[in-house]
């Protein structure tokens, strides 16, 4: 390891500062060639193989994330270099997680600049407090730099999203699959999640008829007589409409005969009307 000189340390900041972005302008070129690549594949219709190549994307955009906390980092020691310096075997709270920051990360990177600046930081506070960043104890490095080294493949919403950003951004006539909701499938009204049959509903809003109505014998009307009677082949003259119970009277009726016949039970009075009509068809058969 190399000893502490602080001269040194604020050389390497400033060169590792420089370096940081480079790489970072170099690796955005890069990544918009790479899209215009994809967005070729999309409109061949190339979409497996532009899956593929867009997973390589979304890992060098973490990358470059990575590089933009360190050169965040590095300028923070820079401006906070008197913390930096002193003669103590932890640093100081104010710098402490821009060099956890750069002890933990920069071994993932290409720069040879934060390489050297790594080896004074750990030179400086010891083995054992390098240890402990290295393997992270209790956290200790933050959590925004743990996340950008997490190795882990792209889900494939991220990875369908990139690639309607791409075709979006290119002109290219392209969209995602969207996905099937199982809710909207099982609410389609039938039992297993088809079509719903419209004569269920008509059914289910349609009254039944009660067992009164159904049993009630339908009066017979003029004109059911007289069918009745030409079937037999008798000619028979118009008959007059039998007036139902709801019909208004021609004349008023004496009270005494209101009386009586609402006191005659309804059933004898509809039996005498039948057997008046009946009477009457008999007579007519007879002519």
């Given amino acids: 390891m190399a000893p502490w000189n602080a001269a040194k340390a ?13 790489l970072q302008e170099k690796k955005n070129a890069q990544a918009k060639a790479s899209r215009r690549d994809i967005a070729m594949l999309l409109e061949k219709g190339k979409v497996e193989t532009a ?14 994330e990575l590089l933009e906390l360190l050169e965040l980092y590095c300028e923070l020691l820079i401006s906070r270099f008197g913390l930096l310096d002193q003669s103590t075997r932890e640093p100081d709270p104010g710098v402490s997680e821009g060099v956890n920051a750069i002890v933990f990360a920069a071994p993932r990177t290409e720069l040879k600049e934060l390489h050297i600046l790594r080896d004074i930081l750990m030179h400086k506070f010891g083995r054992e407090f390098s240890i402990a960043v290295m393997e992270n104890t209790g956290g200790i490095v933050s959590e925004r730099i743990t ?65 009164a109505a159904a049993d009630a014998p339908k009066p017979l009307d003029a004109a059911a007589i007289s069918a009745e009677a030409r079937s037999a082949g008798v000619r028979t003259p118009r008959l007059p409409e039998v007036p139902t119970e709801d019909a208004a009277p021609r004349g008023e009726k004496p009270a005494g005969a209101k009386g009586a016949a609402a006191d005659r039970p309804a059933k004898e009075v509809q039996e005498d009307e039948f057997t008046t009509l009946a009477k009457r068809f008999e007579a007519l058969k007879k002519r």
């Fill in 10 to 22: 604020k050389v390497q900041l400033r060169l590792g500062v420089q370096r940081l972005r480079t």
């Fill in 147 to 211: 996340r950008k080294l997490d190795i882990s493949t792209p889900s494939p919403e991220l990875v369908d999203a990139y690639l309607g950003e791409i075709a979006k951004g290119y002109g290219v006539a392209w969209s995602p699959p969207r996905p099937v909701s199982t809710d909207e499938d099982n609410n389609d009204g039938g039992p297993d999640g088809g079509v719903k049959d419209p004569s269920a509903a008509t059914e289910k809003t349609t009254p039944p008829a009660s067992p």
């Fill in 51 to 64: 899956r593929i190549k867009v997973e390589n994307i979304i890992h060098e955009d973490v990358y470059v």
